[in-house]
């Protein structure tokens, strides 16, 4: 079974330029996330998407980052324009939830990543 | 404010030798904990999850333990090898799909 899926693996920009990444999440896995990670850091969520509803965009500077999943299947995350902090490791990851579980493992798959940097 | 905190933050240890990382957190209400490798230029992987009632969970020669009183984990390795090498992060989950990630304990296995 093929894992979570992600391109560029690597991408660098200038600073005002637009960027994109896509996922591609393991087949049947309804919830999909979009991670931020900072050199030394953990990741940080930026978007939660349960099928093709963002349920949890909180994180996300809408300013400047946007996200869809049409479908409910692939995602793209985009970024425009780009400044230098954005630069970091930009994490998919998907989960099947089951119906009628408040808790539950629900483990995360992650994908390899995307290392961003804004030059 | 939910939160969770790893401690070391880096660890260097010899080939063969034992460690022992530790994670504390204050997400509540808990759901489960999961303990992740992250090997450099990957994602995470899951090694190990425990939910309230289980104290303690292997998997090869990784063993994570719980106390959820204390709000406290532990992932202890034996006998280290080159390749366990990485960062291992700490992950708790709440009743609300909310994973709050732990920073990170950067691991190295010198030879």
């Known amino acids: 079974e093929a894992g979570v899926v992600q391109s560029p693996r690597y991408k660098i920009i200038e600073k005002k330029q637009p960027v994109a990444f896509w996922c591609n999440p393991i087949s049947g896995h309804n919830t999909l996330y979009w991670y931020r990670q900072n050199l030394g850091q953990g990741p940080e969520l930026l978007i939660r998407y349960e099928n093709e509803e963002a349920v949890d965009d909180s994180q996300l500077p809408k300013d400047r980052f946007s996200a869809e999943r049409l479908k409910g299947v692939d995602s793209t995350l985009k970024i425009q324009p780009a400044e230098l902090g954005d630069s970091a490791v930009y994490l998919c990851?998907?989960?099947?939830?089951?119906?009628?579980?408040?808790?539950?493992?629900?483990?995360?798959?992650f994908g390899p990543g995307t290392r961003l940097t804004v030059l | 404010k939910n939160q969770v905190e790893q401690s070391p933050q880096s660890l260097i240890i010899l080939e063969g030798k034992n460690c022992t990382l530790q994670?504390?957190?204050?997400?509540?209400?808990?759901?489960?904990l999961r303990w992740y490798k992250q090997d450099t230029g990957r994602g995470p992987v899951s090694l190990t999850i425990?939910?309230?009632?289980?104290n303690t969970k292997s998997n090869g020669r990784y063993t994570a333990t719980l106390d959820a009183d204390t709000k406290q984990s532990s992932l202890h390795i034996t006998a280290s090898q080159l390749s366990d090498s990485a960062s291992y992060i700490c992950v708790v989950r709440d009743y609300g799909q909310n994973f709050v990630f732990g920073p990170g304990t950067r691991l190295s296995v010198l030879p």
């Open positions: 425990m939910t309230f009632s289980e």
């Open positions: 994670c504390n957190y204050t997400v509540s209400p808990f759901s489960n």
């Open positions: 990851a998907s989960s099947l939830r089951s119906k009628g579980t408040s808790g539950g493992h629900n483990e995360q798959f």
